[in-house]
């Protein structure tokens, strides 16, 4: 009878202390989130960081220490209404860490798109903003195997009278494959060239515009690029030009031969701004194709490599 006395006060107080764990960890795991969440420190340069752990030893602990690594930061306010603020989160079995990060140049601490992503698809029953979905995967295109970044395209084809035939022929299958392979947040325009420049469907921007790249509109190209008339001449710089007044995030210019106008000039004009430092810098990337010809090689090399672009010769099958 004694023992079972002393048993009951015994169960009440281990029943208690368990209780009062269960609110002390909730309570600091609270508490620490929130300090989480209001403060913004600053790592390296200036990027904002900062970083929450708790781990595993700790939790198991009656009284579970959150421990917050924080350097001061003078313009909090600053740091937290800046836009280009991302999110980094990983979590395993022994550690929760959340670490804001600024994708300014030059800081240790920048978060590559890559790292986000699969801290998010690591993290169960996390619910990824909208920037780190579009962080998931970097948009890009190709063309003839010449590649460009983006989510704006706009396509300038030679259809001068010497691409008739075989050319043409690699040509729409290539373009056409290229607009499949667009994401569906991707959009596109194509313009092509002989004497003159020729938007696709005939109009051209502003009322032309980009379009995504539906079933539907990829039919449309198909059918507008079959159909169509070779013409004189190879002058691309005022398809060039439209293209540019398009404002995409880059160009791929495809020609079969020398160039005969003022393309490479009139890109110096309208393509080069002045940088900080003094130097011209590109405003949109071009990137150039030279299909089943050694004509105008040096041509094409030259605006790549002028515009940021990358040349890119296409051989012949024999």
Not at 48 to 53: S, V
Not at 135 to 153: I, P
Not at 200 to 205: D, E, L, N, Q, V
Request: glycine share 6%; aromatic share 6%.
């Amino acid at each position: 009878m004694v023992m079972e006395r002393m048993g009951k006060p015994r169960s009440r107080e281990s029943f208690q202390s368990t209780i009062a764990f269960c609110v002390s960890t909730s309570m600091h795991a609270a508490i620490g989130l929130t300090l989480a969440l209001m403060l913004v420190a600053t790592h390296g340069n200036g990027s904002p960081t900062l970083q929450l752990r708790m781990t595993a030893e700790q939790a198991s602990q009656e009284i579970a220490p959150l421990e917050i690594s924080i350097q001061p930061q003078p313009e909090v306010l600053d740091a937290l209404m800046d836009p280009s603020l991302d999110l980094k989160i990983e979590l395993n079995s022994a550690e929760v860490k959340a670490e804001l990060n600024s994708s300014r140049t030059g800081s240790e601490g920048t978060i590559r798109s890559s790292d986000v992503s699969r801290a998010v698809e690591s993290a169960p029953g996390v619910i990824a903003n909208e920037s780190v979905q579009k962080a998931k995967s970097k948009s890009r295109a190709s063309f003839f195997g010449a590649e460009a970044d983006g989510n704006r395209f706009v396509f300038v084809i030679d259809s001068s009278g010497s691409m008739r035939g075989t050319r043409w022929q690699a040509l729409c299958v290539e373009l056409i494959r290229a607009l499949q392979s667009l994401s569906p947040d991707q959009e596109f325009f194509v313009i092509r060239f002989d004497s003159s420049a020729h938007p696709m469907f005939g109009t051209a921007p502003p009322k032309g515009e980009f379009l995504t790249a539906t079933s539907k509109n990829v039919r449309r190209v198909q059918n507008w690029i079959r159909s169509i008339e070779h013409g004189r001449n190879t002058f691309p710089s005022s398809a060039v030009g439209m293209a540019l007044r398009l404002k995409p995030d880059a160009i791929f210019l495809l020609s079969d031969g020398e160039i005969g106008d003022n393309t490479i000039a009139d890109l110096e004009t309208w393509n080069q701004v002045e940088g900080d430092d003094g130097y011209s810098k590109t405003i949109v990337p071009i990137h150039t194709v030279l299909l089943h010809s050694q004509v105008g090689y040096a041509t094409l090399e030259r605006i790549a490599n002028e515009n940021s672009g990358t040349f890119t010769p296409v051989r012949a099958h024999p």
